[in-house]
Each structure stands twice: as structure tokens, then as C-alpha cells.
């Protein structure tokens, strides 16, 4: 079959980003590489440390001719809403991760709370993006 590699997020800023999503959150840097072939295109990963097999990209938005100024504008007005995707991290102790974070400097945009699955909260990085935290107790039968 296959597996997951690596997932997208779009970003504002990648140098923004990658402050964010190591120093914040405490992933690691799989790859730092720009392509002068690709017009200096920057090919940027971060991941958990438990998940080396795992890499998000940290993309910023294309101009043209990849991505029509409407839409890029279209897509930057999404992730400031916090609409343009979102992130989930699980975690087996969710207050010890809620206390680091907060620790780190992340800012939560709600209270901790309990849910039919576990107990979650959520934050957003500097370009918007929707991030949860969650700790999964148990996922109810459908």
C-alpha cells in the first residue's frame, strides 16, 4: 500500500514559520533546501521528533505563474480566518503538552475542554493556520 510522508501548510513567511514550528512547538528540521533550478524555490520541512518518517512543508504562497494573484489573495484571507486547513497534534498527557506550549509561547484561542473523544484546545500559527490539541481517550462507535 503507501503511506503518508509529507502534508502541506501554507505560510506567510517560511523564516516566520520555521521559528514557529520548531521553537514554539519543538519539531525538528528535515530539509532547509532552496532550488535555483525551480527560481530559488525553498523546499522546507519540519516534523515531530517521535515521527521521523513524518514531514510537513512549509510552503509559502505562489505567485504566478503557479498561483493567480485572486486566489493567492483569496487563499492568504482563508488562513488569517483560520480556514484554510487545520492541524492536528495528539499527545498521551494533554496538560503536561498544554503547559509547555504555553511555556514556549503559544497562545491558546480557547480554554481547554473535554470532548466526546478526549480533551482538546486549539491555537494558530503567525499565518493563521488552525492548530488542535488533542489528547484521544477514546474515539465513541459509530
Not at 18 to 28: I, K, P
Not at 44 to 60: H, I, M, N, S
Not at 113 to 121: A, L, V
Request: hydrophobic share 40%; net charge negative.
Amino acid at each position: 500500500m503507501f503511506t503518508i510522508g509529507t502534508v502541506q501548510q501554507w505560510v506567510r513567511d517560511q523564516d516566520e514559520a520555521l521559528e514557529f514550528y520548531t521553537q514554539r512547538l519543538g519539531m525538528e528540521v528535515r530539509d532547509d533546501v532552496t532550488m535555483a533550478e525551480m527560481g530559488n524555490f525553498r523546499w522546507l520541512t519540519v516534523g515531530p521528533p517521535k515521527q521521523p518518517d513524518l514531514a510537513v512543508v512549509l510552503v509559502p504562497i505562489p505567485g504566478p505563474p503557479v498561483m493567480d494573484p485572486e486566489i493567492a489573495d483569496h487563499l492568504r484571507g482563508l488562513m488569517a480566518m483560520g480556514f484554510a486547513g487545520t492541524m492536528f497534534l495528539t499527545t498521551e498527557d494533554f496538560q503536561a503538552s498544554y503547559e509547555e506550549l504555553r511555556r514556549r509561547g503559544v497562545e491558546f484561542s480557547e480554554e481547554p475542554s473535554e470532548r466526546p473523544f478526549g480533551i482538546s484546545s486549539s491555537f494558530r500559527d503567525p499565518s493563521g493556520n488552525r492548530i488542535r490539541l488533542t489528547e484521544v481517550r477514546e474515539i465513541a462507535a459509530v
